[in-house]
């Protein structure tokens, strides 16, 4: 009896120089990407609170996309990632996660700068919430918010892989 393509979540751990997560998709698209070097049960857990009617199949083949376009950014041959996302929050954590994917590569706003852009200028810990709660770091690009000072604040994957990222940024912006 063949189940269902809806029910799963297909995940591989990618590894890519020094860049070591994993990441997961459903069949609409890529829905979680890991903080650097932490454990499956992060993944897991996410998987549990949000999707929890979803099994999870490990399957490098379907992932590779998902792989070769997280490689594509972290080399720099590409700026954008054209793959499809298939998030899952509320409502309200949505319409901040597109309000990230419409900061440009190598630039950075703050989290204030996002409460104004979501017409919420007085939410300014409901949008660090938000933005914190992100499955899908890199490819919807949490790491370019910054505290308002210019302090790097706050990330999911850790201020060192929030560091890594920006500098990758800013390396490849500068070196067009």
């Known amino acids: 009896m063949e189940q ?5 979540i297909y995940w591989t751990r ?3 120089e ?10 609409l698209g890529i829905c979680y990407v890991g903080s650097q070097n932490k454990e499956f ?7 549990k609170k949000r999707l929890p009617s979803y099994e999870l ?8 996309s998902y792989s070769d376009g997280l ?24 319409y901040v996660w597109k309000a990230l994917l419409e ?3 190598g630039q950075t706003v703050s989290y204030t700068d996002i409460a104004v852009r979501v017409q919420k200028p007085s939410a300014v810990r409901a949008i660090g919430t938000a933005i914190g709660a992100n499955p899908v770091l890199i490819t919807v690009p949490c790491h370019r918010v ?9 990330y999911r994957g850790g201020l060192e892989m929030k560091e890594q990222l920006l500098a990758l940024e800013l390396r490849k912006e500068s070196s067009k």
């Open 14 to 16: 990618f590894t890519h």
């Open 146 to 154: 910054i505290a308002k000072s210019g302090a790097l604040a706050g």
């Open 57 to 64: 199949v490990e399957n490098a083949e379907n992932m590779q």
């Open 103 to 105: 900061i440009p590569y």
């Open 4 to 8: 269902s393509s809806g029910n799963f």
């Open 71 to 94: 490689i594509e950014y972290l080399t720099g041959e590409s700026r954008n990632f054209t793959e499809p996302v298939d998030l899952y929050g509320t409502q309200f954590q949505k």
């Open 41 to 47: 049960e992060e993944l897991e857990n996410w998987v």
């Open 18 to 27: 020094q860049w070591n997560m994993y990441i997961a998709a459903t069949p």
